[in-house]
């Protein structure tokens, strides 16, 4: 308070009330100052009570958490060893598959071509037959054309 804000007293007796009535103020004001500070503190106190439970709690999830990331990050290695194995064993046994492909084409184009082999032989000797059946009919009918001039011969001579 600066000295030009003080009134100019006409009695003891007023200058007594000016500054009984300013202390009164000031002491009401120092109270309520006082009673917000203890207001304060306490919700201080209790924001700091919930932010500590908030922090262990959240240390909590972040150790739960960093648990769960490690656990799955194990998880991940093994199915990647998994993974790794069952492709290396497919690719064995698909290899494996190819070749007995190949072998069983193989074979098959051989069976093929000996089945042609047959067939072709098979119509060599049907024809070989034919040609046979039709030699010895002509054979056949010379024979009793023979036999018959024989016979007619024959019955000539008696």
């Known amino acids: 308070m600066d000295s030009e804000d003080i009134p100019d007293f006409s009695s003891l007796k007023e200058e007594t009330a000016y500054w009984k009535e300013l202390s009164l103020k000031y002491k009401q004001s120092f ?14 106190r209790e924001l700091e009570a919930e932010l500590e439970a908030q922090l262990v709690q959240a240390e909590q ?11 799955l990050k194990y998880e991940v290695e093994a199915l990647k060893e998994k993974l790794e194995h069952q492709y290396a064993q497919s690719y064995k046994q698909v290899s494996v598959l190819e070749d007995d492909l190949s072998q069983t084409r193989a074979i098959k184009e051989q069976l093929h071509k000996y089945v042609r082999e047959l067939e072709q032989a098979n119509d060599d000797l049907e024809r070989a037959k034919r040609a046979t059946i039709v030699s010895l009919e002509d ?5 009793n054309q023979a036999i018959e001039r024989n016979a007619f ?6």
């Open 31 to 44: 109270q309520e100052a006082r009673d917000e500070l203890v207001e304060f503190q306490e919700g201080s």
């Open 61 to 71: 999830r972040n150790r739960d958490l960093q648990a769960d990331n490690q656990r």
């Open 139 to 143: 054979f056949e009918q010379r024979l």
């Open 153 to 158: 011969l024959e019955s000539e001579l008696d």
